[in-house]
């Protein structure tokens, strides 16, 4: 893989309900068992299982079951390995998310997007090295983007779906004129930081000027969808003109991909809510229809580009939700980390697969565990990465994504 576009849907999308297919949580619903961990608290509690509010069904070649609440993604299945026996450390969306980013669950530390900046550097000068397509910010806020100790040049940059998703990058002089400043500028900038010997946060911020002023040349042009046709867009199930929704932002990714763009994050906040269905798993069914089509169009998009073959599709949730329920009667799902699916596409992945797998309920690991460091080595390793040689000196030791 060449770079990553790492789609997440944040809130806990629940793994028995999608790509989790559990036959005999339909057949015991209603059910007692006695579980030792609710919501993060350990002792015996008694429980009443839930079944699965859609239908699992087998998709292409490889026959991979997905539920009815994908359809679409079902019907690429043979391009992706669908992983059912992820683990995560924390039962709270702020811990699990900053987790499943950062590879800690404590402290902020530097994004996935950001080692990989790090790691390998841009393809293109003019465009940030990551950039992240979201509406707002999930749990954890903008600390999931970002590049704590690491150079302040790989940060996420974030881009808010709209009429304007970049304020301000068009010039406000003529272009001699702003060329003048800023060599100006530059000239200025070299000779403060010969004085000030390796400053890093010096050096990032002449590095984002230098940035800013590509994107001016750059930017427009890749947030121009007049120049994709009328198939393409109505493929990602899109209008002419329109600015917002995931569609928009799954497009915006590939054309991002294709410009170099090294890591891209497209980030489901949705405007309407997001994955976290206590109170009723309908929740589920309304957030789907926004995200089904464009994340099947991305995969075909890419493949049809040639472009899967070194583009890695990432799609994880920040953990997934309970197969069961204090409440025999309760329409929702709590949380829970203790396994969840997440799947990958594109760049060098083995296709049409199921790795792992969890109890007949879901409620556990039952085989091939997947923990959260796994799954960032994982993906540093089909970009051509040792996720324990990649390492930066910081508070007097190598720290790594999957410290």
């Known amino acids: 893989a060449s770079r990553v ?27 007692t068992i006695t579980v030792d961990n609710w919501q993060g608290k350990i002792g015996e509690f008694t429980r009443y299982l839930k079944k699965p509010d859609w239908q699992f069904r087998p998709g292409g070649e490889c026959g991979t079951e997905v539920s009815d609440l994908f359809p679409h993604i079902r019907s690429v299945v043979d391009e992706m390995c669908v992983i059912r026996s ?18 800690s669950w404590t402290f902020a530390r530097p994004s ?19 950039v992240v397509l979201a509406p707002a910010a999930p749990y954890a806020g903008t600390q999931t983007w970002g590049s704590d100790f690491l150079p302040a040049m790989h940060q996420g940059t974030q881009i808010v779906p709209g009429p304007d998703p970049i304020p301000n990058a068009r010039r406000r002089v003529a272009a001699d004129l702003q060329q003048l400043e800023l060599t100006l500028l530059a000239d200025a900038n070299r000779e403060h930081l010969a004085r000030r010997d390796a400053d890093a946060a010096l050096e990032a911020r002449i590095r984002s000027y230098e940035t800013a002023f590509g994107m001016q040349q750059a930017a427009p042009e890749v947030f121009d969808l007049t120049q994709e046709s009328a198939a393409t867009l109505q493929m990602y199930g899109l209008e002419p003109g329109q600015t917002t929704g995931f569609g928009w932002q799954c497009l915006v990714g590939r054309r ?46 890419l493949k049809q580009r040639g472009l899967l073959d070194d583009t890695l599709v990432v799609w994880s949730t920040e953990f997934g939700r309970t197969p069961y329920h204090e409440n025999p009667d309760h329409p929702g799902r709590e949380h829970h980390h203790q396994v969840f699916s997440s799947w990958l596409a594109g760049g060098g992945v083995k296709p049409g697969i199921a790795w792992g797998s969890s109890d007949e309920y879901g409620i556990s690991v039952a085989e091939d565990r997947v923990h959260v460091h796994d799954f960032h080595a994982t993906i540093l390793h089909l970009l051509g990465l040792n996720h324990e040689r990649l390492t930066f000196r910081f508070g007097g030791r190598d720290m790594r994504l999957t410290d």
Not at 92 to 103: A, D, F, P, R, V
Not at 114 to 130: E, Q
Not at 268 to 286: E, I, L, Q, Y
């Open 5 to 31: 576009i790492f789609l997440y849907f944040t809130g806990g999308v629940s793994h028995v309900d999608t790509f989790d297919p559990k036959p005999q949580l339909v057949a015991d619903a209603r059910k």
């Open 112 to 130: 996935m997007g950001a080692w990989v900046s790090y790691g390998l550097g841009t393809l293109n000068r003019n465009l940030p090295s990551f």
């Open 86 to 103: 992820m683990e995560t450390n924390h039962t709270n969306h702020y811990e699990s998310t900053l987790g499943m980013h950062c590879g």
């Open 256 to 301: 991002l991909a294709e410009r170099g763009v090294r890591f891209i994050e497209l980030i489901d906040t949705g405007s309407s809510g997001n994955w976290d269905s206590h109170g009723n798993m309908a929740d589920h069914g309304r957030l789907a229809p926004n995200v089904d089509r464009p994340v099947a169009a991305l995969i075909t998009d």
